[in-house]
């Protein structure tokens, strides 16, 4: 069973956090500076459960652009379960819910292996390849 929250407190936060540090520090090699940024703080995060483990995390963050989704990351012994899709699925019900309007921008930074989950809620590839965090990405939108 999968289940997906909002990080309510510190706990929350500290496990969405040892993901975070699990898949991207440690197994794609992202420095940590660039992965603990300034925008934790004003972010929104969450946490998903596999059968009552910590599993997958991510956030989301309004942006002079519009709404951008950020840090989706799964442990390596969840993933290809449904942890990835519920996420996204419980993060863009938020952000219709309490953030954005109609007409506004909901965007991210892909990185190649993930297009095709995001492709499945309406997002499309805008622009040219790009490298973040030595890691090559294509910017993906929709539009709500």
Known sequence: ??????????????????????????EQLCDRVEEFDEFDAESTHFIAYYQGEPAGTSRYRTTKKGVKLERFAVYDEYRGKGVGKHLVQVVLADVQSNVAKPGTLIYLHAQL?????????????????????????????KTL
Request: no cysteine; charged share 35%; net charge negative.
């Open 113 to 141: 292996t993930a297009m095709p989950l995001y492709t499945k809620y309406g997002f499309v590839k805008v622009g040219e390849k790009f490298v973040e965090a030595a890691i090559e990405h294509y910017e993906m939108q």
């Open 1 to 26: 069973m999968i289940r997906v929250k909002k990080v309510e407190n510190q706990e929350e936060l500290d496990q969405a956090f040892a993901i975070r540090e699990k898949v991207f520090i440690e």
